[in-house]
């Protein structure tokens, strides 16, 4: 028994061997009969066979406007915006609103335009009255040079220089000591320099001092320029006199570094100040350390103090009584500021009064030569009817030494009483020329509080919007896109309806879009040029069918030709009478209602062969040697593959992202503390790998399994190998690599990470995971197994 047992094992194995061999003659024998490219050929073992097109990919199929969808043929669908701006909403509307308005930006609220104020831009002089202030400092008049009303005043200078400290004459240091410096001086060649410290304990001073006897009776402004260099500890400035045997003092004035502009209220220093003697400028303060300031510039002069305003006066008449309610009446100026120097107030003030009350509102500086827009609602005081008087006036308030000037214009004055009113626009029934489905709209609105507006849609599938065959009404209040819930129709209409609290205020509608889509009316689909193969005698084509579907108003005819011309399927697909050796098909698909496709799912043609097989001598014996040999070499195969499998394949960018992941594993979803630990033993032998010049093949053991590794211009391929891995294996794993990068190589080289940019990449793989040897595939066979 014990030694038969190598024998029995090498029968077994015999008759596996033949077993195999004669399995894959008969497979080969039969794959013209069941092959995976399209058209499919099934032998009907009844002397008959079926070519089989399904519609889940374009293969060996030309299609003409159709689209390819879950294993269907349907007209695909169009896209179509209805974009309206003012001009369509005009054209598409049914009797007009007289409280609305059509404009170039949009439809709005009508308002009564007219402006109660004659000459608002001063293109003349008149009707308005230019009033000077009573001591004409401030003046008013009209400018036709610029148009506008001008209101200003202008003085030069009521100053004079009375030491430029461009020498020490006449001055001496006081707790310091004095000099000259000729550079960084404000005015003339010099500015009068004092070195100086002050001790701890009580405030004292230091500073310059004028011995000769000096009369300032005629002035009540002095100002010097102080420059300091450091002010810490902090000090201060002032002046000091004496008249006769009184001594006085100006107030102090804080001082920072930099250059200081000091101006001293000479009044301070006595009512007549005709003998000052000893004027003292004086810097106070303590715990000093050595520093210095400067002296330059100092001036004298008499204050010019004024308080005074012009006027511009128009009077007006208002004939209708009006609502106290916003925006009833609207008072509308533009000014400007281009000039106001050396004054310590300009300020502007517009005032309307009439028999209703007064309105009255300042205005002061605005950035120079700006024009300025002002707005008043001035409802409230502007109700009755009678004579109003609108001013523009002017104050200036001064009292300084130096040159001053004011210059203010007033333009674009209007007075309106807009009075507007709720309004509502409705469309006409709109035809999109064919039934479509609403997908969205995007409405363009602008509706400043209190304004508002209700925008709504409806459809409908005929032109009269009274009857049943209507939606109901949705509708929006903003502006944007918004999803549409109507049903798909024929016909759309539109309807806004504007409204405000503010008489002076309206939305405005600026447009609006819809988005639609609908079926295309037609489309075709025509396979490729079948032949019927030589192995048995053909006959005749027995029957055309199709499995299709048509919603009402769609329809598919079919038709057959031989490469030439072409004729109709007749009723029942009868096609008994054509005997062409080479055939295709076309299907012609229409659809009337743009919401309805017909779908198409298969088409399959038989045709008849001439009588049953012939006996052949010897038959028998040689089917059965054949099958011996199929049997054989399927049983050989089966031998090797239990000697290992692949289980894992991995795919990895260059930048170390998992590309793909493929497994034969029966339990590969629980398993990731197994994938986790390939994938990472993977990606730390790829840092080694990467670094070496070789490109070839590399292997390394991962898990008592091997891994062997594979480089490609975009990615790196590995493949996890359980049990003894055949010698072919690199080959193999080398010409998938190659053809993924065929395929894919440029999908590779820009993935942003979405999983569909590499949609059909793991099918792909299932060729080199399951089956024995991997073998290319030209780039055209993309469904090839």
């Not at 100006?250 to 570094?257: A, K």
């Not at 827009?373 to 300084?400: H, K, Q, T």
């Not at 903003?478 to 209409?493: E, F, R």
């Not at 292997?699 to 399994?705: E, N």
Request: charged letters at 20%; proline letters at 6%; aromatic letters at 10%.
């Amino acid at each position: 028994m014990l030694a038969e047992r190598p024998v029995e094992t090498q029968r077994v194995a015999c008759r596996s061997l033949l077993v195999g061999i004669a399995l894959l003659l008969v497979t080969s024998f039969f794959a013209t009969l069941a092959r995976a490219d399209r058209p499919n050929l099934i032998d009907n073992n009844d002397g008959s066979r079926t070519v089989s097109w399904s519609l889940t990919s374009s293969e060996n199929l030309t299609l003409a406007g159709i689209d390819l969808a879950t294993g269907n043929a349907t007209l695909p669908w169009r896209p179509h915006n209805v974009s309206w701006a003012a001009s369509q909403f005009a054209d598409n509307g049914t009797t007009p609103d007289a409280n609305l308005t059509f404009g170039s930006d949009g439809i709005s609220l009508r308002p009564d335009a007219s402006s109660h104020v004659a000459d608002g831009d001063f293109t003349t002089a008149t009707p308005w009255t230019y009033e000077n202030s009573q001591g004409g400092n401030v003046t008013a008049q009209w400018n036709g040079t610029i148009g506008a009303a001008q209101l200003r005043h202008d003085s030069p200078p009521s100053e004079r220089l009375w030491d430029g400290f461009n020498s020490t004459t006449g001055w001496v240091g006081i707790g310091g000591t004095t000099w000259l410096n000729t550079t960084g001086k404000r005015e003339g060649t010099a500015m009068l320099g004092l070195n100086f410290s002050l001790p701890p304990g009580p405030k004292t001073f230091a500073g310059v001092q004028h011995l000769v006897a000096v009369n300032w009776s005629a002035y009540d402004r002095m100002i010097v320029w102080v420059l300091l260099l450091n002010s810490t500890p902090p000090l201060t400035f002032n002046i000091s006199a004496f008249e006769g045997a009184t001594s006085h003092g100006t107030r102090e004035h804080p001082l920072s570094p930099g250059w200081n502009e000091i101006i001293a209220n000479l009044s301070e220093l006595g009512p007549t100040r005709d003998s000052l003697v000893s004027l003292t400028l004086r810097l106070n303060g303590q715990s000093v350390p050595m520093t210095t300031a400067y002296f330059d510039d100092l001036r004298v002069g008499t204050a010019k103090r004024f308080d005074e305003a012009s006027r511009i006066v128009q009077p007006l008449f208002k004939a209708n009584a009006t609502s106290a309610s916003p925006g009833s009446a609207s008072l509308r100026f533009n000014w400007s500021l281009p000039a106001a120097a050396g004054i310590v107030r300009a300020t502007g003030t517009v005032n309307l009064t009439g028999p209703s009350g007064a309105f009255e509102r300042t205005f002061e500086r605005a950035p120079a030569s700006q024009w300025t827009v002002v707005v008043a609602d001035v409802s409230p005081m502007s109700i009755g009817r009678g004579w109003y008087n609108l001013s523009f006036s002017l104050e200036v308030v001064a009292n300084n030494t130096s040159a001053s000037s004011v210059d203010m214009r007033i333009d674009d004055v209007s007075l309106f009483f807009p009075n507007r009113h709720n309004g509502t626009y409705l469309s006409a029934p709109v035809s999109l020329g064919t039934a479509s489905d609403f997908l969205r709209v995007n409405w363009s609105l602008d509706a400043p509080a209190p304004a508002s507006a209700q925008l709504s849609l409806r459809s409908g599938n005929d032109s009269n919007p009274s009857g049943s065959a209507w939606s109901s009404w949705v509708s929006w209040t903003g502006s944007g896109p918004y999803p549409l819930t109507i049903p798909g129709a024929l016909y759309v209409q539109v309807r806004a309806v504007l409204m405000t609290a503010n008489s002076s205020v309206t939305p405005v509608l600026r447009g609006m879009t819809l988005e639609t889509r609908h079926r295309a009316a037609q489309g075709s689909v025509v396979s490729g040029l079948f032949t019927v193969p030589t192995d048995r005698p053909f006959l005749r084509w027995r029957t055309f069918t199709s499995a299709d579907t048509g919603p009402a108003g769609t329809v598919i005819r079919f038709s057959i030709s031989n490469g030439g011309f072409w004729k109709p399927v007749p009723p029942g697909g009868d096609i008994s009478g054509t005997s062409w050796t080479s055939i295709q098909w076309s299907a012609d698909f229409t659809t009337s209602d743009g919401l309805a496709t017909p779908k198409l799912q298969r088409v399959d043609l038989v045709y008849d062969l001439v009588g049953p097989v012939p006996e052949i001598p010897y038959l028998s014996y040689g089917l059965g040697v054949l099958a011996a040999v199929v049997l054989g070499t399927a049983g050989y195969g089966v031998v090797i593959r239990r000697r290992f499998a692949v289980e894992d394949v991995f795919l990895v960018s260059k930048e170390g992202r998992l590309l793909m992941h493929n497994t034969r594993r029966m339990r590969a979803d629980r398993d990731e503390d197994i994938l986790s630990a390939m994938l990472t033993a993977i990606l730390t032998f790829l840092k080694d790998f990467d670094r070496e010049e070789n490109a070839g093949l590399r292997r390394f053991q991962v898990g008592g399994k091997t891994a062997l590794l594979e480089r490609g211009e975009h990615a790196y391929l590995a493949a996890v190998y359980s049990g003894r891995v055949p010698r072919w294996a690199g080959k193999d794993l080398r010409r998938f690599m190659n053809d993924l990068e065929a395929r894919f190589g440029e999908r590779f080289a820009r993935w942003s990470g979405d999983p569909d940019d590499l949609q059909g990449l793991k099918e792909f793989s299932e060729r080199f995971v399951t089956r024995f040897r991997y073998r290319s595939f030209p780039l055209g066979k993309r469904g090839a197994r």
